[in-house]
């Protein structure tokens, strides 16, 4: 199995930029792929970007294409999402997931999560 450990985030104003990061730790070899999705308040938890740990092919939900952008560090067992050009309804606790068959942007597929994050943006 892996962990997952999210930091990055905080308070910034609109138009401003944060990055997160989610270091993987354990069986990490044999993931298929990781992603980030994010939970504003009362809402469910939707999927942002994901991407795969060979190949490194990206996905993005239609909201925060041209502004966010996932990418991996295979050495370091670490995904980033870098957000620019935030917008107030990005806000939300954003979580890392992880898992070892397919990378699909349905919170349920996931087996691994990470504890989450709170991003904060104020207009």
């Known amino acids: 199995q892996v962990q997952l450990v999210a930091s990055g985030g905080g308070l910034v104003q609109a138009g401003g930029s944060l990055r997160l990061s989610c270091v993987a730790s354990?069986?990490?070899?044999?993931?298929?792929?990781m992603a980030w999705f994010r939970q504003a308040p009362g809402k469910e938890r939707d999927f942002v970007a994901s991407?795969?740990?060979?190949?490194?092919?990206?996905y993005y939900t239609d909201s925060v294409k041209g502004r966010f952008t996932i990418s991996r560090d295979n050495a370091k067992n670490t995904v980033y999402l870098q957000m620019n050009s935030l917008k107030p309804e990005d806000t939300a606790v954003y979580y890392c997931?992880?898992?070892?068959?397919?990378?699909?942007?349905?919170?349920?597929?996931?087996?691994?999560w990470g504890q989450g994050t709170q991003v904060t943006v104020s207009s």
């Open positions: 354990g069986r990490t070899s044999s993931m298929y792929g």
């Open positions: 997931a992880a898992d070892y068959t397919a990378v699909v942007p349905i919170p349920t597929h996931w087996g691994y």
């Open positions: 991407i795969t740990w060979r190949g490194g092919n990206k």
